[in-house]
């Protein structure tokens, strides 16, 4: 048995990576914009970054087509190959993989890029190990996912809709980690110099519908294992437009969506990287830099 083989029978199951797969082969043009946000965002995190990259992976094809080209226009990167678990979004040349099982030896990489990839992989700290072990010394792990705050009003709308209807609700959200979750994983996965921060993105829509449409096409439907997988009916969704509508109407009477991208830095360790200092070994007094009087505690 292999070693990301392993990690993956090991870890929880919360996401069905079949779905997850279905979801990502029908996603479609105009409807990425969050993707082509995201990407952005990463390709100027890149461009601030004062070394080159012989080899890069980019690991998701749903960034719209001009992405790549816009990796390739920071100068920084010589050679980028490309990998997805959907099939139908696999360039000619790159690879058909799983996010959760990546198929590259330790040390072969000398940057990652993931947009929007990994918050719905069940082993998302193993995941995270297999590309810091994927990347040569000093190599480079940038990424964009969704975080916690993503989404919360579809959230609760569809829960208080369920509740009311059927006495009890099924999860129809994703499950998505936060910023302090983030960071505690970048560091148990090793990276040096690891950098966590977020921004939420809002969105608005003529109603809820649009944004469960947007959503459907974007590649992010519902992929929890234990999500309901009956038709819930129209009460079901109507109730749940009619509380959108009323708890998150903006004045033009549009709803707002609210995504939170988090974005990730890190760094394979290597020698030549900055290094905390030890304790007991600073120059100068704390008390005297912020110019006040220190107290002692008899502790």
């Excluded at 719905?120 to 297999?130: H, W, Y």
């Excluded at 991208?261 to 830099?289: E, N, V, Y």
């Amino acid at each position: 048995m292999t070693r990301a083989k392993a990690m993956a029978e090991n870890s929880i199951v919360i996401f069905d990576r079949e779905r997850v797969r279905h979801n990502r082969n029908r996603a479609l043009p105009g409807h990425d914009f969050l993707l082509e946000w995201a990407g952005k965002q990463i390709t100027d995190r890149l461009r601030d970054v004062t070394k080159n990259f012989p080899l890069a992976l980019q690991m998701g094809f749903r960034t719209p087509q001009g992405f790549a080209d816009d990796l390739a226009a920071t100068g920084k990167i010589e050679t980028l190959i490309g990998m997805d678990m959907a099939e139908k979004l696999v360039k000619p040349g790159n690879i058909c993989a799983d996010e959760e099982l990546l198929p590259f030896r330790d040390q072969s990489l000398d940057l990652v890029i993931n947009v929007m990839g990994l918050h719905s992989t069940n082993d998302l700290p193993g995941a995270l190990i297999q590309i810091r072990r994927a990347l040569k010394p000093d190599g480079l792990f940038l990424a964009a996912l969704l975080g916690g705050e993503s989404l919360m009003e579809l959230r609760q709308s569809l829960m208080q809709a369920e509740i009311e209807i059927k006495g009890g609700a099924s999860p129809r959200v994703f499950p998505f980690a936060d910023k302090p979750q983030m960071g505690a994983l970048m560091q148990r996965a090793g990276f040096a110099l690891p950098v966590v921060d977020s921004e939420i993105v809002t969105v608005t829509y003529p109603d809820m519908f649009g944004l469960l449409k947007d959503l459907r096409f974007m590649g992010e439907g519902n992929a929890i294992l234990k999500r309901d997988k009956k038709y819930p009916g129209r009460d079901f969704f109507r109730k749940a437009s009619e509380l959108y509508a009323k708890n998150f109407s903006e004045d033009d009477g549009r709803v707002r969506a609210s995504f939170e991208m988090i974005f990730l830095i890190g760094w394979a360790p290597h020698d030549s990287q900055q290094k905390p200092l030890s304790p007991g070994s600073a120059k100068t007094r704390l008390a005297d830099a912020l110019d006040t009087v220190e107290i002692k505690t008899k502790m």
